[in-house]
């Protein structure tokens, strides 16, 4: 059971937006930051955003974060092909002392 | 440009050690954390424990504790990561990742990944 809780998957046709949720509590989500990362079939795990909503650089304003409470949103617009993969929050949990991820979303783009 | 080369593939027995490393270049070694994050097979992100590089102070996530040993050598920018008592569920993919600046503003974001280090365990 992972202390961030997300949806196993979501699906939207290309050209649509979709989003993915993190779900914490006020031991991680609600008094941290989170990051998102993007991890392409077979790939590397990618910094998406950080600090709740910032893109780095090279990161597409297709990708925005949003961060409400006990909860963290990463949406993406214009869906392309392309952006099939898994997506995993991230935040600090002062309880446990560490950096917990969520379990993942896979992205199917239809 | 930044990057950080690990070590490769490693096959473990049971009750082995294994030491996973990670050459960093392109920046200035000594100023950012280092974390390890593993990935079992077809499973998510477990983030390990994060360095410091610079004083070579260490965190380890509980699960962890006892197991795992974070150490690095600042004349070739390099850390590496020893995890002992291997057993059959420690069998994934070992990242190494840059962490935040550390006289930097708290992100907790790992912005630079290695390019992962499979580490089987089988009898």
């Known amino acids: 059971q992972s202390v961030l809780t997300q949806p196993p998957s979501v699906s939207a046709a290309p050209g649509q937006q979709v989003t993915i949720s993190c779900s914490g509590s006020?031991?991680?989500?609600?008094?941290?930051?989170v990051s998102w990362y993007r991890q392409l079939p077979g790939t590397v795990p990618e910094l998406l955003i950080s600090?709740?909503?910032k893109r780095p650089s090279g990161i597409p304003d297709r990708f925005s974060g949003s961060k409400s409470g006990t909860s963290a949103t990463l949406a993406i617009t214009g869906l392309q092909t392309g952006d099939e993969a898994d997506y995993y929050c991230?935040?600090?949990?002062?309880?446990?002392?560490?950096?917990?991820f969520g379990r993942g979303t896979k992205l199917t783009v239809l | 440009q930044v990057q950080l080369v690990q070590s490769g593939a490693e096959i473990k027995k049971p009750g082995a050690s294994v030491k996973v490393s990670c050459e960093a270049s392109g920046y200035s070694f000594s100023l950012y954390y280092m974390v390890w994050v593993r990935q079992a097979p077809g499973q998510g992100l477990e983030w390990m424990g994060v360095?410091?590089?610079?004083?070579?102070?260490?965190s380890y996530a509980q699960k962890f504790q006892g197991r795992v040993t974070m150490t690095r050598d600042t004349s070739t920018s390099t850390v590496y990561m020893e995890l002992s008592s291997l057993r059959s569920d420690d069998t994934a993919v070992y990242y190494c990742?840059?962490?935040?600046?550390?006289?930097?503003?708290?992100?907790?974001?790992?912005?630079?990944w290695g390019q992962g280090t499979m580490v089987s365990v089988s009898s």
């Open positions: 991230a935040a600090w949990d002062n309880g446990l002392r560490a950096i917990v």
């Open positions: 600090e709740n909503s």
């Open positions: 360095m410091n590089p610079k004083g070579g102070s260490t």
């Open positions: 990742a840059r962490g935040d600046l550390i006289l930097g503003p708290v992100r907790d974001a790992f912005d630079v």
């Open positions: 006020s031991s991680n989500i609600e008094n941290s930051l």
